[in-house]
Every structure is written in structure tokens, then in C-alpha cells.
């Protein structure tokens, strides 16, 4: 069956720091993949899309790379500040089908 | 622009009873989709419009649920009866264009069925 899956555990970090959020899928084939940010009880907000032909996109401090062989992205934080502690949601879209979202994983920057 | 609107921001009601959550799209926006959220299941899509027309409908839990969208502005969710197992966030969102464009999600209507 079809999962994706991210990190269900919490990553603590110092500021300043860089955070990396993994996101791993299995039995897609997606045409691209989106990154999204949540905060306590608001909903979530487009950060980046990367194609499956694409190898990494930027965007200010926050860097995606995309790996089909492996079926894995990577979202990362350079230069973390408290303001960025949030859940963070990976989701896929294949042809033909919807967006299907990851459980997300919290990140906290501590000062 | 406002963004999506959702209303009511909170609902609380008990076991048996009709529950109707609403949103706005962004003007201009032709896809709109309804989202629900829980720790154990995450956000799960229930179904999209395009055009004020329902494409996708798989992901509606049961015939329970209904959602509508009468014009380009305005779309309900409805839930009847309600139970205490669809006490959920619900996300209204919306898109461009395209169904893979970036989405712009809704505040959410928190849902306790009690």
C-alpha cells in the first residue's frame, strides 16, 4: 500500500543550527512534492514544491531536495530561529491522483 | 484578500445531531477541497471540487457525510448524524488553476461531537 512517512518524534534544536526533516514514500510515483508549515491550530501554509526532475530547490533559508531513487525528501532549516518551531507536512501528488499528506514532524528551535 | 474563510471556528455538539461546517474560496481560486485532521489519522483529504463540481469523492468516510458546492464562492460540509468519532479539525482549501498547484488552507472548524 501507499504510505509516507515522517519522523513522528519532535526535533529539538539550538538556533542557529540546521534542521533536517525527512520524508520517505513508498509505492508512489509523484510528479512532485510540496512542503507545507503548521502552527498550533491554524492551518497549514505552502512553503515549496520540488518536480521529480528536480534535484533541490531553495527558498531564503529552507532547502528541498528530492531523491526518487531513494523515495525520500529532504526539508531543511539553515540558520534555525525560534520563529520557525512548527510542524512541518510533506505531501506527494502522483498523476491522476490527490494530494496525500505525511503525519508531519514538530520541530522546536530553542534559543 | 482574505484567504480561505471557514466558519464556525469552533463546534461543539452532541451524538445525533446535524453539524454544518462552511467555507469562502479565495475569489478565483477553481479547486476546492475539504480536509480533516487528527493526531491518529493526520490530515486526510474527504473530497475536491472543481468548478463548483465534486471530481474526487473517495476519501468521504461515510454516506453520513455530504458536501456541496453551489457556486464559485461558497461550499458546506454536512455531517448527519454526527458521531463522536468525527470529532476532528476541519480544513477547507483552496487552489488555482490546477489540483497540484499550492493550496491555501482555511483557519479550520474544530469539531467536538460529544
Known amino acids: 500500500s501507499q504510505k509516507i512517512e515522517q519522523n513522528s518524534e519532535a526535533l529539538n534544536i539550538q538556533e542557529g543550527k540546521t534542521a533536517t526533516l525527512t520524508c520517505n514514500y513508498t509505492?508512489?510515483?509523484?510528479?512532485?512534492l510540496q512542503w507545507y508549515r503548521q502552527d498550533p491550530g491554524r492551518g497549514p501554509v505552502f512553503l515549496l514544491l520540488?518536480?521529480?526532475?528536480?534535484k533541490e530547490k531553495r527558498k531564503e533559508r529552507l532547502k528541498v531536495t528530492f531523491d526518487t531513487t531513494l523515495k525520500q525528501s529532504l526539508f531543511h532549516i539553515t540558520a534555525s530561529q525560534p520563529a520557525d518551531s512548527a510542524t512541518y507536512l510533506c505531501?506527494?501528488?502522483?498523476?491522476?491522483?490527490?494530494?496525500?499528506f505525511g503525519g508531519g514532524t514538530r520541530v522546536l528551535v530553542k534559543p | 484578500d482574505a484567504g480561505v474563510i471557514q466558519s464556525p471556528r469552533h463546534e461543539v455538539t452532541e451524538m445525533g445531531q446535524e453539524v454544518t461546517l462552511r467555507c469562502k474560496p479565495i475569489?478565483?481560486?477553481?479547486?476546492l477541497f475539504w480536509y480533516r485532521q487528527t493526531m491518529m489519522r493526520g490530515l486526510e483529504l474527504l473530497i475536491y471540487?472543481?468548478?463548483?463540481?465534486?471530481?474526487?469523492d473517495s476519501g468521504m468516510p461515510e454516506d453520513r457525510f455530504s458536501a456541496k458546492m453551489p457556486n464559485a464562492s461558497f461550499s458546506t460540509l454536512k455531517i448527519q448524524p454526527s458521531e463522536p468519532r468525527d470529532s476532528a479539525v476541519y480544513f477547507c482549501?483552496?487552489?488555482?488553476?490546477?489540483?497540484?498547484?499550492?493550496?491555501?488552507f482555511g483557519p479550520g472548524t474544530r469539531l467536538t461531537v460529544l
Open positions: 482549501a483552496s487552489s488555482p488553476n490546477r489540483a497540484d498547484n499550492e493550496q491555501f
Open positions: 509505492n508512489y510515483s509523484p510528479a512532485y
Open positions: 520540488i518536480r521529480e526532475n528536480e
Open positions: 505531501a506527494l501528488y502522483a498523476a491522476g491522483n490527490k494530494l496525500t
Open positions: 475569489s478565483g481560486h477553481d479547486y
Open positions: 471540487f472543481n468548478n463548483n463540481v465534486p471530481i474526487d
